[in-house]
């Protein structure tokens, strides 16, 4: 019985932290220039859209292979290779 009650207070306490996300995102897009992401408050229904500009540092097209550096507006840098086989 202890033990039951043990797992039933593990599994409210974890349903209560991750049950409680305010937003859920509605989509999300990677483009080579910007980045696109669509949440809707649970509550309230509003929507929020976020856009990124992305700068592009490195643009390698290669026989076979494709690579893109590109660094966002927050200075994070991300890479991209494309395998063409």
């Given at each position: 019985?202890?033990?039951?009650?043990?797992?039933?207070?593990?599994?409210?306490?974890?349903?209560?932290?991750?049950?409680?996300?305010?937003?859920?995102?509605?989509?999300?897009?990677?483009?080579?220039?910007?980045?696109?992401?669509?949440?809707?408050d649970r509550k309230t229904g509003?929507?929020?859209?976020?856009?990124?500009?992305?700068?592009?540092?490195i643009d390698i097209n290669a026989?076979?292979?494709?690579?893109?550096?590109?660094?966002?507006?927050?200075?994070?840098?991300?890479?991209?290779?494309?395998?063409?086989?």
């Open positions: 019985m202890k033990s039951l009650k043990m797992l039933m207070s593990s599994a409210l306490t974890v349903t209560a932290l991750v049950g409680c996300q305010p937003k859920e995102k509605i989509v999300e897009v990677e483009t080579p220039r910007k980045s696109i992401e669509v949440e809707r509003d929507v929020e859209i976020e856009t990124h500009d992305k700068k592009k540092l026989p076979g292979v494709n690579v893109d550096v590109q660094k966002d507006e927050s200075g994070k840098t991300g890479v991209d290779v494309d395998v063409n086989r």
